[in-house]
């Protein structure tokens, strides 16, 4: 009877709170401080809470080979997500050739070099061709699979795959994560027109995004977060 009267008391003291305190008390939940795991690759982080904590844009990659069957599983957990009227609208191009990674790169280096002006550049264009490729092949590039997610534009509800498509996208950053991989949300620095081009996408699929896939060379630094009450509001404004 004690400890039923106390969950009572607790109850009412809960509804009591003020929207600010309840605020302030969501706040300050252990959730905002990641709970270290250790790092293995392949193997499921054991609370969800943590994959949400710590994943990072990752931008360097070792040349670590990625087993198809994470591959697949990183991907079993994107088709999950939410979609409009279970259409399902996604695609999702896996890319491990290294012959066509590095096509892309060459692609992305020769639409990079519009930006080169020889009237103010300090450097010749082939070097600073080489150093944009430098660049590329230190960075995304250094990633031993890309995965690239698109949605039908004939799909049964196209005018909701723009946001099917980046909730797929969502859960496929998630579950590779929580496998211990890298990857990054990536729009215009590997441009749509490059992968349409080099790996022939058909007219009838729309790019939302394009990730490098890899074991990171360093887990970023958090960046700073804006305090969690600046986003929650209750009931009202």
């Not at 992305?108 to 600073?128: G, L």
Request: with cysteine.
């Amino acid at each position: 009877m004690k400890k039923a009267g106390f969950l009572i008391i607790s109850f009412l003291l809960i509804g009591s709170l003020s929207k600010a305190q309840m605020v302030k008390s969501i706040s300050s939940m252990p959730s905002d401080k990641p709970i270290p795991v250790k790092e293995v690759v392949g193997k499921p982080e054991p609370i969800i809470w943590d994959v949400f904590q710590k994943r990072r844009s990752v931008r360097k990659f070792r040349n670590d080979s990625i087993p198809k069957s994470d591959i697949v599983k990183i991907i079993d957990a994107a088709r999950m997500a939410p979609t409009s009227g279970n259409q399902q609208p996604w695609k999702f191009l896996v890319i491990r050739d290294r012959m066509v990674i590095n096509k892309m790169m060459e692609a992305c280096v020769a639409s990079a070099m519009v930006r080169y002006n020889p009237a103010t550049a300090s450097q010749t264009k082939e070097q600073y061709a080489e150093k944009l490729r430098k660049t590329y092949s230190d960075g995304y590039f250094s990633a031993p699979v890309f995965i690239v997610v698109l949605t039908d534009n004939n799909s049964l509800y196209a005018d909701y795959n723009h946001w099917d498509g980046p909730l797929a996208a969502g859960y496929l950053l998630l579950a590779a994560r929580a496998l211990g991989y890298g990857t990054v949300f990536i729009t215009d620095a590997i441009p749509e027109s490059v992968t349409t081009e080099v790996l022939q996408i058909p007219e009838r699929y729309t790019r939302v995004c394009i990730t490098p896939l890899g074991v990171p060379v360093e887990w970023p630094v958090t960046p700073e977060k804006k305090r969690l009450e600046e986003f929650i509001v209750i009931d009202k404004f």
